[in-house]
């Protein structure tokens, strides 16, 4: 699928200045926005802000050289560049250039119902299965794995991307006349601007766990940051999980009209009741406002995937979607890459790969999959390198906590050494009361979970789930979980 509409905009370097309350020096034709000069086309503006550990208007010169007609930044851009490109400058460009994008490409946004979804984890799953819910009406999913229009794929690199991406992907939905968008949303998005310039039509809120302590100061300013899509300049409505201390902490905190949800026995507006796991899923009853009853089946393993669910029907029906329909749909789901996706070889055990690389993912998955796993449950887990070093540990204790066995490997080091991440998971996971064991490299480890599994066993390979490369020292071998089990479990046949 394209990632630029069809129809091309055309400005005036100078009517988009004037947007800005800014003038051109000098002038062009405008036919595109793009931040990174990979992604720049013939025509378009180069938007060139301050980075961390660049400015963005050095790289002036490769972007007059792949066809930009001019250049948007702030005066320290300005001076850098000087006369390479006809410039428009202004303060915080960053933060006007989510605005500009929409305007540039007539608020496509407002073609469709959009749906803002924003948690530690479960965004990928709630953006599938709301695709799934949808059935055959034209959707389209943003997030962690791509984007998807109309089921087909099309590029992107960011969870969120920025937004002159995010709006060219607009007007390609818009096109494609798609009535629904779901969207995970970050919060290194919400933080940066990607998604200003418009409103979604409803957030939904899951949850909220230790992550990104990297980027944020602590975990209050992670919360404040997702809240942030809790506010009118960003939403219309809000779906808001209640089970989650910060979900109910949010709803007293957000102006919006709130819609609640729960699985646990909350009092809300919509809710989870005679939940039945099973292997394959779970089987339950949607009790929603004015005595609506649905029958549901989720099949994806564990309650986290319920609230998933829920979450969707709720966000969906507020925007006028039938509940029943919705359930069908979403019992229809094929699944969703790298989360509880089950691999299967012929093999006498049950074989999973998910994405789960936080300490609440990692307990949801195990949780969910101890009353369903007759025999043992075994874990293959690792952290990345150079992200929040102090999870590290807790990720370990929670998988020892609750697995049988944990084989403590290598996820994506980037950077650092391998061995000293593994030594900071193994730590933690030495509380017990799962037996640890530490096994250098990835494939390494799981080939040792594979010939240490029987019948009624249940193997989790963690961290990666659809990821399907290792970073190491700056390098991406190619590495995909669940292929490796898939050659592993056939060669131990």
């Known amino acids: 699928m394209r990632v630029r509409p069809r129809e091309t905009p ?5 009517d988009l200045a004037a947007e800005l309350g800014a ?3 000098g002038d062009a034709v405008v036919t595109g926005i793009a931040l990174n000069t990979a992604h720049l086309l013939e025509g378009d503006l180069y938007a060139a802000l301050p980075g961390a550990n660049a400015h963005g208007a050095i790289y002036a010169g490769a972007a007059r050289d792949r066809g930009a007609s001019g250049m948007l930044t702030d005066a320290e851009g300005a001076a850098l560049v000087g006369d390479t490109l006809p410039v428009v400058v202004v303060e915080e460009p960053r933060r006007l250039l989510a605005g500009l994008s929409a305007t540039f490409y007539g608020h496509p946004a407002e073609s469709f119902t959009t749906l803002g979804v924003t948690g530690t984890q479960g965004k990928t799953t709630a953006t599938y299965l709301a ?4 059935g055959d009406r034209p959707s389209a999913v943003v997030g962690t794995i791509g984007t998807r229009i109309r089921k087909v794929p099309a590029a992107s690199t960011l969870t969120t991307p920025e937004a002159p991406q995010l709006q060219a992907l607009f007007a390609v939905m818009r096109e494609e006349r798609v009535e629904v968008c779901a969207m995970e949303v970050s919060s290194h998005a919400l933080v940066q601007g990607r998604v200003a310039g418009f409103a979604f039509d409803v957030a939904v809120f899951l949850n909220l766990g230790r992550d990104h302590l990297d980027f944020h100061t602590n975990l209050e300013d992670y919360f404040l940051a997702k809240a942030a899509l809790f506010t009118p300049q960003h939403a219309r409505h809000a ?7 910060h979900g109910r902490r949010l709803r007293e905190l957000t102006p919006l009209p709130v819609t609640t949800f729960s699985t646990d026995g909350n009092p809300a507006d919509w809710r989870a009741v005679n939940i039945r796991p099973h292997r394959l899923g779970t089987d339950l009853e949607v009790l929603g406002p004015d005595g609506l009853a649905v029958g549901l089946s989720v099949p994806l393993p564990g309650v986290f995937n319920v609230s998933n669910a829920l979450a969707v029907m709720a966000a969906l029906a507020q925007a006028g979607h039938d509940p029943a329909e919705l359930a069908n749909g979403i019992a229809a789901s094929t699944g969703v890459p790298g989360r509880m996706e089950r691999v299967d070889a012929g093999q006498p055990f049950t074989a999973l790969v998910d994405y789960a690389h936080k300490p609440d993912a990692v307990s949801a998955v195990l949780t969910a999959l101890r009353p369903v ?9 690792g952290a990345g390198g150079d992200r929040d070093h102090g999870k590290r540990p807790i990720m370990g204790e929670a998988a020892a906590r609750n697995a049988d066995v944990v084989i403590v490997t290598d996820d994506n080091p980037r950077s650092e050494r391998a061995a000293t991440i593994r030594s900071a998971v193994m730590a933690g996971a ?3 009361p799962g037996v640890a064991i530490e096994v250098a490299g990835r494939r390494e480890a799981i080939a040792q979970a594979v010939a240490m599994a029987h019948l009624g066993d249940t193997v989790v390979v963690a961290g990666k789930g659809h990821e399907r490369g290792q970073e190491v020292d700056g390098v991406v071998h190619p590495f995909d979980d669940r292929e490796v089990l898939v050659e592993l479990i056939q060669e131990h046949a």
């Open 10 to 14: 055309r400005w005036t370097l100078a």
């Open 23 to 25: 003038t051109a020096t």
């Open 131 to 134: 695709e799934a819910a949808l």
């Open 239 to 245: 779906v808001i999980n209640v089970d989650d201390a």
């Open 373 to 381: 796993t007759a025999g043992r449950l075994i874990i293959v887990i």
């Open 430 to 432: 030495a509380a017990g």
